[in-house]
């Protein structure tokens, strides 16, 4: 199986791969369906992998989109390292070469104040918690990202809380995801990762930041919050043969 890295650096290379083709099919006007197998498993000889192998890596790191969520984090750190080697060794506008065109860019959704302390309302200092709702775009086939850092402050009797996430489809269902929290003088990070299915389109992601127990008195500063989407590339997308 390989590493996150490694599976990092697998996806940029056919990223790039598919950056190349598809900017190949404009100039010749072809279709997606022209293209040459042979490209792909090239780019797996190179990383050591068969199609097998790689369809069951790939197929682990879609059951655990926690972990594929900062595997394609690593990917758009590679392909940005290498657009911007191209940049400086042709001298030409980022939007001129063909690596760009297949980035898989990062939507940002989170629009809101990244930072929170908590209790809002010293006097009330019992339902703290933080919802948030974002509408999106008919999102679909890739990574749903929920980020956030917690310190609990000293005179907090609150033991732990939790992050919850809705993400709601056009089709009226909605998948339901949770991440505990617990209470430490130092910052720790939560984060809520959620693959997004083809068949459904994404409208709405809404929850709490902060979830608790409201019996219990709660103190805790709430930052660097972060909601993102990843676009997804699928192995079935790799027309080996």
Aim: with cysteine; glycine share 4%; proline share 4%.
């Amino acid at each position: 199986m390989p590493s996150e890295k490694e599976m990092a650096a697998v996806l940029a290379d056919v990223y790039e791969t598919e950056s190349v083709l598809s900017h190949t099919r404009a100039l010749h006007s072809l279709t997606k369906e022209d293209k040459v197998s042979g490209y792909y498993r090239f780019v797996l000889e190179q990383h050591g992998l068969t199609k097998a192998q790689f369809d069951t890596a790939m197929g682990w790191y879609s059951a655990n989109p926690v972990v594929l969520s900062d595997v394609y984090e690593e990917v758009i750190v590679i392909l940005s390292k290498r657009e911007a080697e191209l940049k400086n060794e042709m001298n030409k506008e980022v939007e001129e070469q063909p690596v760009a065109a297949q980035l898989p860019n990062k939507q940002q959704l989170w629009s809101d104040t990244t930072s929170f302390i908590l209790p809002t309302n010293p006097k009330d200092s019992l339902d703290n918690r933080v919802p948030f709702m974002v509408e999106t775009d008919s999102l679909n086939k890739g990574i749903l990202r929920l980020m956030a850092s917690y310190t609990f402050k000293e005179g907090g009797f609150l033991d732990s809380a939790q992050m919850e996430m809705l993400a709601c489809y056009a089709d009226s269902t909605i998948d339901t995801l949770s991440y505990k929290i617990h209470k430490s003088f130092k910052k720790v990070d939560g984060t809520i990762a959620h693959a997004v299915p083809e068949s459904k389109k994404l409208i709405r992601v809404e929850g709490f930041l902060f979830c608790h127990d409201t019996t219990k008195k709660s103190s805790v500063h709430i930052d660097d919050v972060k909601l993102v989407f990843i676009p997804k590339l699928e192995s079935e997308e790799l027309m080996l043969r």
